[in-house]
């Protein structure tokens, strides 16, 4: 009766195995988070830096629309673009408009778009996101672990070219700004 037990299989959550399945097993690895490759998103905070022109070096963030709002251009679109991409968006514009002759533009992240951790931690929450931030160390500044958290991988939504997507990532997987990570609970 024991072995019969043993090899029963269950179906929990669309996946099917032996006793012992485990939350999220079923869904499918998120496609890696490369951090050099960083595109800006609503929420992003950036520096504009326009050689010899205070009046157009300021701070600035990037709205819900994506959009960034700049003195003498108005809204320039941000989102999805690199910062370095940004820059050269906002130089065409000074030099096309005639305000600028050869402006030289440096664009920097100021702030990124937060990360939230959920689920099997001590401290979920909104934290701040910061390059090469991993699986680990999203759990780290959230607290750590509780007892039932399964600590192998985790459950994360991420954000790409507005749509949302749900996958697993591992500890050494790198997350991405305004990832929503869920720490999984095991099954005992």
């Not at 012992?20 to 988070?33: M, Q, R, S, V």
């Not at 673009?81 to 408009?97: F, M, Q, S, Y």
């Not at 591992?170 to 305004?178: D, I, N, R, Y």
């Amino acid at each position: 009766m024991a072995s019969k037990l043993l090899t029963r299989r269950l179906v929990v959550g669309g996946c099917v195995a032996l006793l012992g399945c485990n939350p999220g097993a079923d869904l499918a690895p998120l496609p890696a988070y490369v951090p050099g490759n960083y595109r800006l998103g609503p929420g992003d905070q950036v520096r504009v830096i326009t050689f010899g022109e205070e009046h157009l070096t300021g701070e600035f963030r990037v709205d819900d629309q994506g959009r960034v709002a700049l003195p003498l251009l108005g809204a320039v679109d941000a989102a999805g673009r690199t910062p370095k991409e940004l820059e050269t968006e906002i130089a065409a514009g000074l030099d096309r408009g005639d305000y600028l002759r050869n402006p030289h533009v440096t664009v920097e992240v100021v702030a990124y778009r937060p990360i939230f951790v959920l689920g099997e931690i001590n401290k979920p929450g909104q934290y701040p996101y910061q390059p090469g931030m991993t699986f680990l160390t999203g759990v780290a500044v959230a607290g750590g672990f509780t007892y039932r958290a399964i600590q192998d991988y985790a459950s994360v939504v991420r954000t790409i070219n507005g749509k949302a997507s749900e996958g697993l990532i591992v500890q050494s997987s790198f997350l991405a700004p305004g990832d929503v990570m869920k720490v999984l609970e095991r099954r005992f």
